[in-house]
């Protein structure tokens, strides 16, 4: 049997979260311990002046079933093109296994997540290394990934679309 | 019920008969074959090959930021009520014609997906599990989806 591997939104701390696989990270004026619920509550504002700042969100894999002998390689990415629209940004981060604080001021040395693509993607295990083998079988594995959206004041109102974040893995 | 991630199994045979069904290392082997355990996905049987290594390669996916406008808008109708509903066509019955909105086009969310890699001293062969389709690239092609 191969794996099961989950996409965590972690909450209170690395090793605590929500499953969002297959599911939506919504970025809120709230933080994720407060709410991971997929709503139109605490939505972001579009300001009359600078820039107005989500809740960071912290994913990390969790695996659920175990694989055959082990996972590696472990990377995330984007599709490379953004489908938010004027004036509003993501960015992303790997956090290595430190898990820090939820804020809502600008993340210092993120970058676009919209550059990390699969052939330049964030990597996913650069400081909790693999390989995972079955023994980690239920526990967060990898590094947590940091994300954060940005709105300025050139936003339009009204929701975004969607935008897809994948997370890959070589397995044996 | 098969997962995705288990429609197929892969079966190496060495020179002396032996049957390898686990692990990477297929390097020896005389044959590999990827089995599905679906009958609607195709065989594939690998002949001839100076073998190397063989892996799964995964990809699952997560929506950030936004929502699925079209769930959102079709609950939204579901939930409507008779008398919104009686007041729409009471409006139309007026002829008052709204003006409908541009919505920005969505794009498609992708699936998760699974594919087998067999890795050859010439070639990589890519099959995903989704639908059994199969790619060969060059050996050192890294394939993500």
Known sequence: ?172 | MILLQDRYAFEAEMPDGTLITSGGDIAGAVRVSLIPKIALLPRHDILGQVFIRRFLRAFKRSVVGGFDKKAYFDEIERQISDSRIAARAARDEKGIVLAIEKTEPEKPVKGDEYMQVVCMESCRLYVRHSDGASLITPPDFELYL
């Not at chain 1, 696989?21 to 579009?46: E, G, H, I, Q, W």
């Not at chain 1, 590696?72 to 992303?92: K, L, Q």
Request: with cysteine; proline share 3%; aromatic share 8%.
């Open chain 1, 1 to 172: 049997m191969a794996a099961t591997i989950q996409i965590h939104e972690l909450t209170t701390n690395a090793d605590t979260g929500v499953d969002k696989t297959s599911s939506t990270v919504r970025f809120k004026a709230v933080a994720s311990t407060t709410s991971t619920t997929v709503d139109a509550n605490d939505p972001l504002v579009v300001p009359g002046a600078g820039t107005n700042y989500s809740y960071v969100k912290k994913l990390r894999a969790y695996m659920s079933a175990a694989p055959n002998t082990n996972i590696s390689n472990m990377r995330w990415y984007s599709d490379g093109s953004s489908g938010f629209g004027t004036g509003v940004a993501c960015t992303a981060k790997n956090l290595g296994t430190t898990f820090g604080t939820h804020y809502n001021t600008a993340m210092s040395g993120g970058s676009s997540l919209f550059g990390y693509t699969s052939g330049s993607p964030i990597n996913g295990d650069g400081t909790d290394t693999g390989p995972f083998v079955p023994a980690d079988n239920t526990t967060y594995i990898g590094d947590i990934i940091e994300l954060q959206i940005s709105v300025a004041s050139t936003a339009s109102n009204g929701a975004l679309s969607a935008e897809t974040l994948t997370l890959a893995w070589d397995e044996i």
